[in-house]
Antibody, heavy 125, light 107 residues
Framework: QVQLVQSGAAVKKPGASLKVSCKASGYSFTSHAIHWVRQAPGQRLEWMGWINAGDTKTTYSHKFQGRVTLTRDTSARTAYMELRSLRSEDTAVYYC??????????????????WGKGTTVTVSS | DIQMTQSPSSLSASVGDRVTITCRASRSISNFLNWYQQKPGKAPKVLISAASSLQSGVPSRFSGSGSGTNFTLTISSLQPEDFATYSCQQTYTTPWTFGQGTKVEFK
């Protein structure tokens, strides 16, 4: 079945870097983009960016621009999210999600149809 | 950025109740609006895409409507497994943004 399996929980110190992996199975990896979304405790879901697993094109939320890098390894069928210069406000559950799309008139409406289970990241001194 | 605001932020309801959740965008997003359900400690699950298209496997008691800036998610007859948090998301333009969520609790 289609699934995304994420790496395990991490505890990081302020100023450190974090790299979360997301291994895909059950579908053509390069046919779908992978998005990264995080959720801080008690907060709304927050979109961080996406990577086209086929051509590696990326788009980042301006909030994270310069601090986040999305990559992918097609041979490993795995996407990665690296976040640098961590601060306490980065404490959150980080999700990867696959993109699907639906034609609406002349445009596509994108949505996230398969999600990983999430990776809990704690940033604390 | 497009701001998404849901109302109410929480509600109490009983099994069998009709529940309506609204989502408002800070500017027009056509119908590029999705709804997700999230249970505690779990990842979100897409219920509805493009404002009104029910995802495969989602019960027909869920429905969505709206366009432009105002959208609605309706649960026609609340079931025990529907107690969860519901979030809207716009994918009209990046950064994609989510509403703050509506928590549906047992009365």
């Amino acid at each position: 079945q289609v699934q995304l399996v994420q790496s395990g929980a991490a505890v990081k110190k302020p100023g450190a870097s974090l790299k979360v992996s997301c291994k895909a199975s059950g579908y053509s990896f390069t046919s779908h983009a992978i998005h990264w979304v995080r959720q801080a405790p008690g907060q709304r879901l927050e979109w961080m960016g996406w990577i086209n697993a086929g051509d590696t094109k990326t788009t980042y939320s301006h909030k994270f621009q310069g601090r986040v890098t999305l990559t992918r390894d097609t041979s490993a069928r795995t996407a990665y999210m690296e976040l640098r210069s961590l601060r306490s406000e980065d404490t959150a559950v980080y999700y990867c999600a696959r993109t699907a799309r639906q034609l609406v008139g002349d445009h596509y409406c994108y949505y996230m149809d398969v999600w990983g289970k999430g990776t809990t990241v704690t940033v604390s001194s | 950025d497009i701001q998404m605001t849901q109302s109410p932020s929480s509600l109490s309801a009983s099994v069998g109740d009709r529940v309506t959740i609204t989502c408002r965008a800070s500017r027009s997003i056509s119908n590029f609006l999705n709804w997700y359900q999230q249970k505690p400690g779990k990842a979100p699950k897409v219920l509805i895409s493009a404002a009104s298209s029910l995802q495969s496997g989602v019960p027909s008691r869920f429905s969505g409507s709206g366009s432009g800036t105002n959208f609605t998610l309706t649960i026609s007859s609340l079931q025990p497994e529907d107690f969860a948090t519901y979030s809207c998301q716009q994918t009209y333009t990046t950064p994609w943004t989510f509403g703050q969520g509506t928590k549906v609790e047992f009365k």
